[in-house]
């Protein structure tokens, strides 16, 4: 085992105590009420395994900050159109203000492997809160977790991370299945970012299953990608309008991508819901004043966000909390699938 895959956890194994008991040795708060054998037995176990405490670990043991972190992937075009991202914010302040700390926003690139150490290391928080979390599979990330660093995930499901979300892939099933019940079988699908292997998406699953269990063939071709904006949603829609057949029906995996999806349809002279119907994912507050108000998938992003600080407010004074916890999505039905009555 080299030493920079040497974690707390593996000194507070060798050493037999706690992980907070290896943190309070090594970084010396003799405050802490530990026996001298027991400080003796968990340096042993340090030198032996060539353990060097990260800054992440050494804030666990400091003096609290008072301060917890909001952090995002620096991959939106524009933040400004993130509305989800600011309705989650709302109810994260709210959370902050009641329990006297303050919040710090940032965001990180997607490519940075030691993106999350080095915010933890240079501003000085007591907790993470990770939105749209995109390095699933960061080492930095690892030993975060591996030094019991504070941190809740909001939109991914991570394993060994507190996470709050709703369940994505059932609420896209059902709003595909209610395009299935107005009669359409030729419907298309705008992500609402880049799907990859390392990236999958739930709401791309959700409307495959609605398909499958209408007997309904999967075409790739009537699948496109967005990108958290409503211009990715006018270029996506325009390629789909371009196609050999084109479909009678789409489901948007975000509300703000579908926007621009009804500008191209609109542009190209065609009529929502007549022409082409359209459903969103996550009710933003402007999807009922769209030009037709735009059906939709309701997520209670403020919801969310108040869940997610209580839970982080929660671990960093070392009270249990539930590993995953889930919010129900609502089908939102209104002119943009089913016409002006």
């Not at 290896?22 to 353990?51: F, G, H, K, M, P």
């Not at 804030?59 to 972190?69: E, N, P, S």
């Not at 209408?214 to 009537?222: N, Q």
């Not at 500008?263 to 082409?276: E, N, S, Y």
């Amino acid at each position: 085992m080299s030493r920079d895959t040497v974690t707390s956890h593996d000194v507070a194994k060798l050493a037999g105590v706690s992980r907070t008991t290896v943190s309070y040795v090594l970084n010396a708060v003799e405050t802490a009420n530990i026996s001298s054998d027991t400080r003796q037995r968990v340096r042993a176990a340090a030198d032996e395994l060539s353990y060097v405490p990260n800054a992440a670990a050494q804030m666990l043991a400091g003096q609290r900050t008072h301060i917890i972190g909001l952090v995002f992937p620096r991959t939106y075009p524009h933040l400004s159109t993130h509305m989800f991202l600011l309705e989650v914010m709302e109810g994260l302040v709210g959370v902050a203000q009641q329990n006297g700390v303050r919040l710090l926003i940032d965001s990180v690139e997607s490519s940075l492997e030691d993106a999350y150490v080095e915010l933890v290391r240079s501003k000085r928080i007591d907790g993470l809160i990770l939105i749209d979390l995109l390095l699933a599979d960061d080492q930095s990330l690892r030993s975060l977790v591996d030094d019991g660093f504070p941190m809740v995930s909001i939109g991914w499901m991570h394993d060994d991370i507190c996470c709050v979300d709703v369940n994505n892939r059932t609420g896209a099933q059902t709003a595909v299945e209610h395009l299935i019940s107005l009669g359409h079988t030729r419907i298309a699908c705008i992500t609402n970012f880049p799907v990859t292997e390392r990236t999958p998406s739930a709401r791309l699953e959700g409307y495959r299953d609605a398909l499958a269990a209408a007997d309904i063939p999967f075409d790739e071709r009537l699948v496109k990608s967005g990108q958290y904006s409503p211009e990715s949603g006018f270029a996506a829609m325009e390629e789909l309008l371009v196609a050999t057949a084109q479909p009678t029906a789409v489901f948007v995996a975000s509300d703000i991508v579908a926007f621009g999806a009804m500008q191209a349809i609109q542009t190209r002279g065609l009529a929502i819901p007549d022409d082409v119907v359209v459903i969103g994912f996550d009710d933003l507050p402007l999807a009922r004043f769209a030009n037709p108000p735009l059906s939709t998938v309701h997520v209670p992003a403020d919801r969310q966000g108040q869940l997610a600080g209580q839970l982080l407010i929660d671990k960093i004074h070392e009270k249990s909390v539930s590993t995953h916890t889930w919010l129900e999505t609502q089908l939102v039905i209104r002119e943009s699938t089913v016409g002006y009555s």
